[in-house]
């Protein structure tokens, strides 16, 4: 039960009071009581079915790492968040941005004009993933406190299983496939992202570096929230859009008429 302990203590029921103890024992029993008496749930100690919603519930709006058990679907729900209503603007390049992930070195919760009329992908791709009880890529230095900002769309893959450990960055993401398309013909290109497309989950994100020299040249972030490629050879795309976060139905052909220069898909492997 040190999962239990250690939520019941991020809820705030075992601070100086109540110190999480690592197992379901008297100090774990008394946060649970604190819980249930300020939610006016019956005083058992034990974590029944509505405790438990009621405890999942409570952690979830807390937005501090490790508070939730993150799981793929967590991050479609948060793209489709993104994608909808007021916030779903913020993410278009007309528009400030809005970030929600504190360990960013832009403040949360604020219009940040610096960014208007900037392409924000990868911002996008950072918050959903935060959001979703995940860790994003970030550059870090001595200067932020710890903070960082998240690279471009087209480094995002030095963040892998396959490359971090070359470049010293931490493990993100497991690397499911990579088509380094501008080397390739066009059928064998095809014919990878075919094999790509066939692999993909929801939860994934799916990476492009655009053709051109250098990181400048940029890159688009792609999460996926919903496959009907065996059906219907359509993935549903959640992503930055020039007017706003947007959910859409993309194909094989679709990525191939934008000659890309690389395609990167990655699986988010690291929770907060």
């Not at 302990?5 to 008394?30: N, Q």
């Not at 100690?45 to 058990?69: E, F, H, Q, W, Y």
């Not at 911002?123 to 979703?132: E, Q, S, Y």
């Not at 710890?146 to 010293?168: H, I, M, S, V």
Request: charged share 20%; net charge neutral; with cysteine.
């Amino acid at each position: 039960m040190i999962a239990l302990a250690s939520r019941t203590h991020v809820l705030g029921y075992m601070l100086s009071e109540y110190g999480a103890d690592g197992i379901y024992g008297d100090e774990t029993t008394k946060a649970v009581i604190v819980f249930q008496q300020n939610n006016l749930l019956p005083v058992t100690g034990k974590v029944d079915a509505n405790t438990a919603k009621l405890l999942d519930k409570a952690l979830r709006k807390t937005n501090v790492p490790g508070s939730i058990i993150a799981t793929p679907q967590d991050i479609v729900n948060a793209a489709i968040a993104l994608c909808t209503g007021d916030i779903a603007l913020y993410y278009g390049v007309p528009q400030p941005w809005i970030n929600n992930d504190p360990k960013h070195n832009v403040p949360t919760d604020v219009k940040f004009n610096y960014l208007v009329n900037r392409w924000k992908c990868n911002l996008f791709g950072g918050n959903v993933l935060r959001k979703g009880g995940y860790e994003p890529p970030y550059y870090k230095d001595n200067t932020n406190d710890g903070k960082g900002e998240y690279p471009n769309a087209n480094q995002w893959y030095k963040w892998t299983d396959k490359y971090a450990l070359r470049q010293a960055n931490p493990v993100r993401f497991e690397l499911i496939a990579e088509v380094p398309v501008i080397s390739l013909s066009q059928t064998e290109a095809r014919k990878r992202i075919h094999q790509l497309f066939a692999t993909i989950k929801p939860g994934d994100f799916l990476m492009v570096d655009h053709q051109g020299t250098g990181v400048q040249d940029g890159g688009h972030t792609r999460v996926v929230v919903k496959s009907d490629y065996q059906t219907l050879g359509t993935v549903s795309f959640a992503q930055a859009r020039y007017e706003q976060a947007i959910i859409l139905q993309e194909s094989v052909e679709d990525l191939i008429e934008k000659n890309e220069e690389n395609i990167w898909l990655m699986r988010p492997n690291t929770k907060m």
